[in-house]
Structure formats: C-alpha cells, structure tokens
C-alpha cells in the first residue's frame, strides 16, 4: 500500500491508508543505516505519538511537527535524508498495532504539482486521499 505525501508551507504531509474504524496513535522517521551491531538495520530520527486534531487520527499529519502530535518521543536532530521511511501506529477499538510504512523520496517531492487534495507516492503516482484510503481491504469490501 502506498503512503501519500506533499509539501505545504514548506513541511511534509503524510497520508497513511486507513480503514473507517481506525486512527493513527504515532508516527516514527526511520533511516536505513549500514554496519553491523546496529540493530534491525534502521535509525529512528524522530517519533511522536498523541494526535492532537481528528484529521490527524485520520491519518493526515506533518512530519516533524508538535501541531500534529501532543507527545515527541524522539526529536530531529539532524536534517531529513533524500530518502527516507515514515511509519505508524495505528489502531481501533482499543488496540494498537504496526500499520506498516512508507518510502518517502524528496526530490520526487519537488518535481510534481499537485491540487490541493492529492499526493505522490514513492512510486510518483499521484493519488487523492480517498484513493490512498481505497488501497485497503476493508474499502474493497465494504463496497461489495
């Protein structure tokens, strides 16, 4: 599934594909990193959790940013990399799980236009939020 984004007022905009009955409880920034005895492979370089707006729960949020969530477990410490992964936490009905992540490329970012309810992936297809939401299972089902 492929996690939307777009730059506004220079800050990056995440959509993460969500079902009706889930919400977002956090989201990290991960970069890859090379060299043995680093653990999984991976360098957290910022995570927050506590959305603070319903549209944030719904999956819409800036990275980096203490508008978007109450909570900065981890904050930025150094510039974002050209390439780098977002992941959250998702959940409903109480339960909280991984929903997975997405690959964000910001020189894509600035080589596309898009109106004011659309975003690119990482492939550089451009999606609305309601097509990023569509890429769920509970979407093709509850059409049926």
């Known amino acids: ?3 939307g984004y777009r730059m506004e007022s220079g800050e ?6 969500l079902c009706p009955a889930e919400n ?9 990193v090379d ?7 991976f360098e957290t370089l910022w995570s ?14 800036v990275v980096d940013s203490m508008r978007s969530f109450t909570t900065q477990e ?11 992964y977002v992941a959250t936490r998702t959940g409903s009905a ?6 997975g992540s997405g690959t964000v490329d910001l020189g894509r970012l600035t080589s596309v236009e ?7 992936t990482y492939e550089g297809k451009v999606m609305t939020r309601e097509e990023i939401n569509a890429q769920r299972t509970c979407s093709k089902t509850s059409r049926a």
């Open 114 to 120: 898009l109106a004011d309810d659309e975003f690119v």
């Open 35 to 41: 060299g043995e005895g680093r653990g999984d492979g």
């Open 12 to 17: 990056l905009v995440v959509a993460v594909p």
């Open 74 to 84: 981890k904050a930025r410490s150094k510039p974002l990399p050209k390439v780098f």
């Open 48 to 61: 927050a959790s506590g959305p603070r707006s319903p549209q944030v729960s719904r999956g819409v949020f």
């Open 94 to 99: 109480g339960e909280v799980k991984e929903a």
């Open 1 to 3: 599934m492929d996690f």
């Open 24 to 32: 977002i409880h956090g989201a990290v920034i991960e970069t890859a």
